[in-house]
């Protein structure tokens, strides 16, 4: 669009431009627009005292400020600054308060009990002791005597079942028989023969129900009469044909 000689006059009036070395002067309209008068040959004249344009000049409004443009496109993103420098390591916080104790926790169960231990390898025998009788020999099918001390007879025997275990006492008083007895290494079991349960001074000992290899008793013997009493231990093992082979010892 072509822009007249007034309008363009006015534009520059507005814009500040300095004629004839003097401000040029302008009376304003309204807020957007301002008043000047202009001549025939577009030469601008002031206005009087009271904003009147002089003779001959003609008054013209000029927008202030034209309207606003559209946004214009967006210019492209600029490149990634570097990265800023890490930052000083913090205060270190104070300790937390230290937790509630817990509840006491229930009792576990009892524990299973466990399988008998593996009998150790049997010991060397000791030196017989003052007025101890010490035996070992093998012994085949009938009472075989072992050891005899004062009235006390130990013998053994080796049958299907296995060694087995006769005392006797040459008086025929009562006995009581008492200790622990195993067989084939399982657990010892307590055994105690009350005076009574015995009759005519003999008693068979430790005879297995079945077949067994190996029998252990430790414990003694005592006469319930007298009071008169004797350690015993016997180790028999089942050595094959026939035969059962028994060492221990009798003790005062």
Do not use: H
């Amino acid at each position: 669009m072509r822009i007249s000689g007034r309008a363009a006059l006015a534009g520059a009036l507005v814009a500040g431009l300095v004629v004839g070395g003097g401000a040029l002067a302008w009376s304003a309209t309204t807020s957007s627009t301002v008043k000047v008068c202009v001549t025939k040959k577009n030469v601008v004249r002031s206005a009087s005292s009271k904003n009147v344009c002089p003779t001959g000049t003609t008054a013209v409004s000029v927008n202030k400020a034209g309207r606003t443009g559209k946004t214009g496109a967006t210019g492209a993103t600029g490149a990634t600054g570097p990265t800023g420098r890490t930052g000083a390591t913090g205060i270190a916080g104070q300790p937390g308060l230290a937790g509630a104790t817990g509840e006491r926790g229930l009792q576990g169960l009892r524990g299973l009990k466990g399988d008998p231990g593996i009998p150790g390898e049997r010991g060397e025998r000791g030196l017989q002791g003052p007025g101890s009788v010490d035996f070992a020999t093998a012994v085949g099918d009938g009472p075989q005597l072992l050891a005899a001390i004062d009235d006390f007879l130990v013998y053994g025997n080796c049958n299907s079942s296995g060694p087995n275990l006769l005392v006797k006492r040459t008086n025929f008083g009562n006995l009581r028989l008492w200790g622990a007895w195993s067989q084939d290494g399982a657990a010892a079991t307590m055994i105690r023969y009350p005076a009574g349960e015995v009759t005519g001074g003999e008693l068979g000992l430790l005879v297995p129900s079945g077949g067994v290899d190996t029998m252990t008793f430790v414990g003694g013997m005592t006469d319930v009469s007298s009071g008169e009493s004797y350690s015993l231990s016997v180790f028999a093992n089942d050595i094959g044909g026939a035969q059962c082979f028994y060492s221990g010892q009798v003790t005062p």
